[in-house]
């Protein structure tokens, strides 16, 4: 059974994205719609990544997770500016210590910052520094840490693909001496094939490596991908996409089997 704030967020956009679609004008150009894929653009966007992790602690119920990913891109130069990435996630889960009843709260904010030039090529990366901040509202939704480490995006556009990643890897420094320490990989790997009409197919999955715990504990490597489109409403760009993974890899401890992910992205061209 899926927890009720997961059941109304899912069904809040769900039906949102519905009544977007009947009042959408038919997007074209395939350059405007990689430069809205590319994070090195100069586009300021609003992601809403719903994800339903089935499985999860090895329980019937899922974990829902709905992360708060905006990007925006300040010039701080001519030809350079700074891309600032907070990401916020927001959970609902069964109670991994007493096995019964749900817990729903905030979890550790991660702000990520990447220096990159001002004009896009075919290729291009951003480098800078990402943080840990222990906000969770939880001690079983974060890590009890203040942690940081360097961070690189990359994008490259061939043809009618956009491809690349945002990679870093963060270590504690401070916080909770009672909480594990954290040394932590963590790479978003993004690709999208660009269909007509505004249509694309799509696979963005999140892979982690906790080098704190033996081979066999360390990774979380999902695989699979979907679909999405990108329309206007009024002015604005907004994009729906639907994407399924499974797990050929994960911790014991998180027993994720598959998850379903539906994305809400709204842009802002400059």
């Not at 994205?17 to 894929?37: R, V």
């Not at 997770?65 to 990435?85: D, G, S």
């Not at 001002?118 to 939704?141: C, D, E, M």
């Not at 320490?181 to 963005?204: I, M």
Request: some cysteine; proline content about 7%.
């Amino acid at each position: 059974m899926l927890p009720r704030k997961g059941q109304s967020s899912l069904y809040v956009l769900l039906a949102f994205l519905c009544f977007s679609a009947a009042y959408a004008e038919n997007t074209s150009g395939s350059e405007l719609i990689k430069d809205l894929e590319n994070p090195l653009s100069n586009v300021i966007s609003t992601p809403f990544q719903n994800d339903l992790n089935f499985g999860f602690a090895d329980k019937d119920q899922p974990q829902y997770l709905l992360k708060l990913a905006p990007q925006i891109p300040i010039r701080i130069h001519e030809n350079i500016k700074v891309i600032a990435r907070p990401i916020l996630p927001i959970y609902s889960q069964v109670n991994t210590i007493t096995k019964k009843g749900h817990i729903t709260g905030t979890g550790d904010f991660n702000p990520q910052f990447y220096l990159a030039h001002v004009h896009i090529k075919k290729t291009s990366a951003g480098f800078g520094p990402v943080f840990s901040f222990p906000t969770a509202t939880n001690r079983q939704l974060g890590s009890g840490k203040v942690s940081v480490g360097p961070g690189m995006v990359l994008a490259t556009t061939p043809g009618k693909w956009v491809l690349g990643f945002y990679a870093n890897n963060i270590w504690s420094v401070a916080g909770n001496k009672n909480q594990p320490h954290v040394n932590t990989l963590s790479v978003e790997a993004f690709s999208y094939y660009n269909l007509s009409n505004g249509w694309y197919l799509a696979s963005l999955p999140q892979i982690t490596a906790d080098w704190t715990q033996k081979n066999s504990q360390r990774w979380t490597v999902p695989v699979g991908g979907g679909g999405g489109y990108i329309f206007k409403v009024h002015k604005h760009f907004v994009s729906g996409t639907l994407q399924f993974f499974g797990y050929p890899a994960v911790p014991s401890s998180v027993g994720t089997k598959w998850t379903a992910r539906f994305t809400l992205n709204f842009f802002f061209p400059d």
